[in-house]
């Protein structure tokens, strides 16, 4: 296993999650009187290993057919398009 590359993603994907819609929706459910935590986290938990599976097939499956840098330029343009829309939505 490559320690670096698993502490770089570990730590983009962290950082990357704080604070978001997911963690927020968890921290709400979590905060219901009479919760499960036990049952909250294991749910959260899963949801998060699929996600993430569905992520990592799809860029394998992708990757076969285009370039991995291509990729990036086209996430980049998303995330600008996404952040744009957004401020042009507030």
Known sequence: MDIKLLATVFGTIFLAELG???????????????????????????ALIATTAIGVLAGAVIANYVEPRYLSYMAGVGFIFVGAWTIWQA
Do not use: N, Y
């Not at 978001?20 to 938990?45: N, P």
């Open 20 to 46: 978001d819609k997911t963690q927020l929706a968890t921290l709400l459910f979590a905060a219901r009187e009479g919760s499960s935590l036990m049952t909250i986290f294991v749910a959260a938990s899963s």
